[in-house]
């Protein structure tokens, strides 16, 4: 994903009219939109800001995200619990909303500190797919549950058919235990290699092994994600 187009911005020359346009919704309170698309980091180097960050709006966001999405797949599908868990997941992570993004540029409106600007690694999807939520739960706010939902339904709901047909909705640790339990009989171990950050924004480095073998390393900002980039990593490390 390419981060490079990001530009630092000053009060002054911030205007979220096309963000509106790219995402098909007008805001009645112009200031909650610009609040999601608020990193902390931004706050600290800009301390004038009028606005809080966004992790509120990033909390509302994730739950009202997950609602919407929970209640098409009820009430479309007939497929038992494990199934839809399974589909909800790989619609709702960070690195599908990171993705998702680019769809309406979200990348070129969220206001971050020089420093942070900088990292254009795994570190912003993270960034980005936080700034998403935070934007769906600014769009519930400010206009109701169903324009929120046909938000939703247009940028993200629309991965669904394609994740069923390609069974992408495969959780990448799960798969890669049952392929080394399948390949060599040995169930994989996970051993956090490194930890940084402050504690509002903790990341984790994560070996996976096989007894003794490290097989694959991920990133992320919790223990749990780092695990599943690594399983991922293994998986395409072993050829499985």
């Known amino acids: 994903m390419d981060f490079d187009i990001w530009i630092y911005r000053t009060m002054s020359d911030i205007d ?5 346009e790219n995402i098909g919704v007008v805001f009645n309170n112009k200031d909650l939109l ?3 698309l608020t990193h902390r980091s931004y706050i600290n180097e800009n301390p004038k800001w009028h606005l809080d960050h966004n992790e509120r709006l990033e909390f509302l966001g994730d739950a009202v995200l997950e ?3 929970t209640e098409y797949l009820y009430k479309t599908y007939p497929n038992p619990e494990g199934e839809m868990t399974n589909w909800r997941a790989s619609l709702v992570n960070a690195n599908m909303l990171a993705k998702l993004s ?3 540029e979200l990348n070129s409106f969220i206001l971050l500190s020089r420093g942070e600007a900088k990292d254009t690694g795994r570190a912003r999807q993270y960034i980005l797919a936080n700034a998403y939520e935070a934007v769906i739960g600014a769009i519930y706010l400010d206009s109701g549950y169903d324009v929120t ?4 339904s247009r940028y993200v709901l629309k991965e669904l058919s394609g994740i069923i047909e390609n069974k992408t909705y495969r959780d990448a640790k799960s798969l890669f235990q049952e392929k080394a339990q399948e390949m060599v009989g040995i169930t994989p171990t996970y051993d956090v290699l490194e930890e ?4 509002h924004a903790r990341n984790f480095k994560v070996g996976v092994f096989i007894e003794k073998d490290m097989v694959g390393q991920g990133e992320g900002p919790s223990k749990q994600e780092a695990q599943q980039v690594a399983a991922e990593d293994a998986l395409k490390k072993k050829g499985w």
């Open 149 to 152: 939902a046909g938000f939703i």
């Open 102 to 104: 680019a769809e309406f």
């Open 34 to 36: 610009l609040q999601a």
């Open 16 to 20: 979220v009219s096309k963000l509106e």
């Open 196 to 199: 940084w950050g402050p504690d």
């Open 67 to 69: 609602l919407v999405v």
